[in-house]
């Protein structure tokens, strides 16, 4: 049986395509990163771990303001006026306690580093909507509650009449 060549030319042209082709539908091919060794693959992080969560980052905690009343906190009282003129009227009544000793003053602060009855705190003058506010500070940063604190903020409070 003879093949006609109008035959034979296509069927050749078909052999050569799957020759030449046929190869590479036969032999493993990349199958993704899945078939590789586990050594060799990429490493996978969830998508929530990518970044770190931000989400309350950026919030600012809430300020504890004093009341505006002049009735006494755990910490402080509130005075008239400007935070300067309390700073100066807090000095004078400072001086006027007897027992205090005041080692420093810092205006700019509004701070006052005192010692009484054995205990040792600042006294500070800030600045509030109702005027200033006098409170006592221990060297903690914390409001200062020991009994010479609260026994001189008391006194204070009497002298400045608050």
């Given at each position: 049986?003879?093949?006609?060549?109008s035959l034979v030319r296509p069927l050749a042209l078909?052999?050569?395509?799957?020759?030449?082709?046929?190869?590479?539908?036969?032999?493993?091919?990349?199958?993704?990163?899945?078939?590789?060794?586990?050594?060799?693959?990429?490493?996978?992080?969830?998508?929530?771990?990518?970044?770190?969560?931000?989400?309350?980052?950026?919030?600012?905690?809430?300020?504890?303001?004093?009341?505006?009343?002049?009735?006494?906190?755990?910490?402080?009282?509130s005075v008239a006026g400007s935070r300067d003129d309390?700073?100066?009227?807090?000095?004078?009544?400072?001086?006027?306690?007897?027992?205090?000793?005041?080692?420093?003053?810092?205006?700019?602060?509004?701070?006052?580093?005192?010692?009484?009855?054995?205990?040792s705190f600042l006294v500070r003058v800030s600045a509030?909507?109702?005027?200033?506010?006098?409170?006592?500070?221990?060297?903690?940063?914390?409001?200062?509650?020991?009994?010479?604190?609260?026994?001189?903020?008391?006194?204070?409070?009497?002298?400045?009449?608050?």
């Open positions: 049986m003879r093949l006609s060549s078909v052999l050569l395509v799957v020759s030449v082709a046929g190869c590479s539908w036969f032999k493993k091919g990349a199958r993704g990163d899945y078939a590789l060794a586990p050594e060799a693959r990429p490493l996978e992080v969830p998508p929530d771990l990518n970044l770190p969560n931000t989400s309350g980052a950026m919030q600012v905690p809430a300020a504890s303001q004093p009341t505006s009343s002049n009735a006494p906190t755990a910490g402080g009282f309390a700073f100066t009227r807090v000095g004078e009544a400072l001086a006027g306690v007897e027992g205090v000793t005041i080692a420093s003053r810092a205006q700019l602060l509004g701070t006052y580093d005192v010692s009484y009855e054995g205990a509030v909507d109702a005027g200033a506010y006098v409170s006592a500070v221990d060297p903690r940063g914390l409001p200062a509650t020991s009994p010479a604190a609260t026994k001189l903020l008391a006194a204070l409070k009497a002298k400045l009449g608050g």
